[in-house]
């Protein structure tokens, strides 16, 4: 009889590990969205996602998100790539390698460039910046490329801690960021 209570409480406690782990996974996932919910709101005084603009060449361009901050606009593209990132401003694919896997995707820089040059045919006296967003998790291990951050650097770049200059600044901008809002492509 001791033998079963034994295997019923081993069993008792893994699943009570199991379950833990679970919820602080969980947890940490939401705690990332939260950051970036958070850091961007703290930097954007609004925010536009999924803006599809025409490009140069007659067709059109989607732009993910986009925000206005009190250095002009800031497009965003926001790639989760948890693991060891490697990239730099001429290779054409980057990697991610991971404890799970191993992948490629397109180095994202040249589509933010045509996005920047597609919001700088319409609001040609705004500042118009683009960053390529890496969330929580991605590491550079061989070097940044340009226009590449993480959240730090984000706030970092783009904070603001005197918030009623910020807000001058902004007013400022606002009916260019109109001009977006509205969708021109329309």
Not at 124 to 150: A, Y
Not at 161 to 177: G, I, S
């Amino acid at each position: 009889m001791p033998e079963i209570f034994e295997s019923v409480t081993a069993a008792w406690l893994l699943a009570g590990v199991l379950v833990l782990l679970i919820l602080w996974l969980v947890y940490r996932r939401k705690a990332g969205g939260d950051r970036l919910k958070r850091i961007l709101n703290e930097i954007g005084y609004d925010r536009i996602d999924g803006l599809v603009l025409p490009n140069s060449d007659e067709g059109e361009i989607q732009i993910d998100s986009m925000l206005l901050t009190s250095q002009g606009l800031l497009i965003l593209h926001i790639k989760d790539a948890p693991g060891a990132v490697f990239g730099s401003d001429k290779m054409q694919d980057w990697t991610v390698i991971s404890k799970e896997r191993r992948y490629t995707f397109s180095n994202p820089q040249p589509a933010l460039y045509d996005r920047i040059a597609a919001v700088k045919n319409i609001v040609r006296q705004v500042p118009v910046e683009g960053r390529v967003l890496f969330l929580d998790g991605s590491e550079f291990t061989k070097g940044i490329p340009s226009m590449v951050c993480n959240l730090d650097e984000l706030l970092a770049q783009f904070g603001e801690k005197d918030k009623a200059a910020a807000q001058r600044k902004v007013e400022a901008f606002k009916p260019h960021w109109e001009l977006l809002r509205k969708n021109p492509h329309d």
